[in-house]
């Protein structure tokens, strides 16, 4: 029996889409691998509302962020965290001698923009890294208004982490003036694990350039530079199943859903779990920024999330326990990618039903 998958990623697919990886395989090296690589970045652009090119790499969203932080910090990185994802940017910096710093707060809360201004106002720092949507605790960071601060230092590079929130969270990333995003495919776009995506503002790229030690994979510089010299080829055999798989889904999310009904969706999802979780239990984190993909729920009737979770796998569901510390103290529950309104009502009854609540 297949199992509906209510955890904050990898998301259940499409079944079409599923089909598409199954498209027999191309040359990498050929015209038609080009083709699809340069849909894929045209669509995107779309998706995030910019022009800055469009990268693609054959990993988890964790290696173009490791890529960011190494290729585009010159002097030392300021990393903003709320949660087990944010802390993950300042170990990528220094498990690669990169110098930075981490400014973390309370699990539940967001980053205060305030705080961010204090600390770049030192002068210290040239790159930021902060997750727009924390799946561990449920928050999204309020991306606008620490904007405004960004872009009152020019000279910092701004990287933002929107592995769980790009295609269920609009952001309009070059009028926010950010310079690195990233996603991963098995979050809001909906495809398989195993691609992720980034963008490469013309500052990331002069700043990548003044940087010597790069890396080699995830060397963003590389990729970008082989991707305008090869025409959208690039350096290492990336995966053209995936590839098949997002330029297919890409279509379906701007011209058959439509990006803004898309949105809408994920709202009206996170809306309708975050109003249950009120009523039967409460919700974690500080309710005015909660996350619109997923939502962690305040274990306060102490229930087994892992009894729970084996009863909703018997009916072909399964949801998520809390991450790291918050593991029993919260549960969480996904509405992303392509979940519909009427999956989640009936995972929410399923609930009610194994609880007797």
Not at 25 to 37: C, P, V, Y
Request: glycine share 6%; aromatic share 8%.
């Amino acid at each position: 029996m297949h199992t509906k998958l209510f955890i904050p990623g990898p998301v259940d697919v499409r079944e079409d889409v599923l089909e598409k990886m199954a498209t027999p395989q191309i040359g990498h090296r050929t015209k038609d691998a080009s083709n699809l690589q340069r849909n894929i970045s045209e669509k995107m652009k779309k998706v995030w509302n910019t022009k800055d090119e469009i990268l693609l790499s054959t990993s988890s969203g964790s290696g173009l962020m490791e890529g960011a932080i190494r290729s585009c910090t010159a002097k030392r990185a300021a990393v903003f965290s709320i949660g087990a994802f944010g802390k993950r940017w300042y170990e990528m910096a220094i498990f690669n001698n990169v110098e930075a710093d981490l400014f973390e707060v309370e699990m539940g809360k967001a980053t205060n923009p305030d705080d961010i201004d204090k600390v770049l106002k030192t002068g210290k720092y040239d790159l930021v890294a902060i997750t727009h949507n924390e799946t561990s605790t449920g928050i999204a960071n309020p991306i606008e208004k620490i904007a405004e601060v960004l872009n009152k230092y020019p000279e910092v590079v701004f990287c933002v982490d929107m592995v769980s929130s790009a295609g269920g969270h609009k952001v309009n990333i070059d009028e926010l003036g950010i310079d690195i995003v990233i996603t991963s495919s098995q979050k809001c776009l909906g495809i398989p694990a195993g691609l992720s995506i980034c963008t490469f503002s013309e500052k990331a790229i002069e700043r990548a350039k003044t940087v010597k030690n790069r890396g080699y994979y995830f060397d963003l510089l590389n990729l970008y530079k082989y991707i305008i010299k090869k025409d959208y080829q690039y350096p290492s055999t990336p995966s053209i199943p995936h590839m098949f798989a997002l330029d297919y889904q890409l279509d379906y999310i701007l011209n058959v859903e439509g990006i803004e009904n898309r949105y809408k969706r994920h709202s009206d999802m996170a809306g309708i779990v975050q109003n249950w979780a009120k009523d039967k239990f409460d919700l974690f984190g500080d309710e005015k920024y909660l996350s619109r993909t997923v939502t962690a729920v305040k274990n306060t009737r102490n229930i087994n999330v892992a009894d729970l979770n084996n009863e909703l796998k018997k009916r072909g569901m399964m949801i998520s326990n809390g991450y790291g510390d918050l593991k029993e103290e919260t549960f969480r529950i996904a509405h992303m990618a392509d979940t519909q309104i009427e999956d989640i009502n009936e995972l929410l009854n399923n609930i009610e039903d194994i609880l007797g609540i």
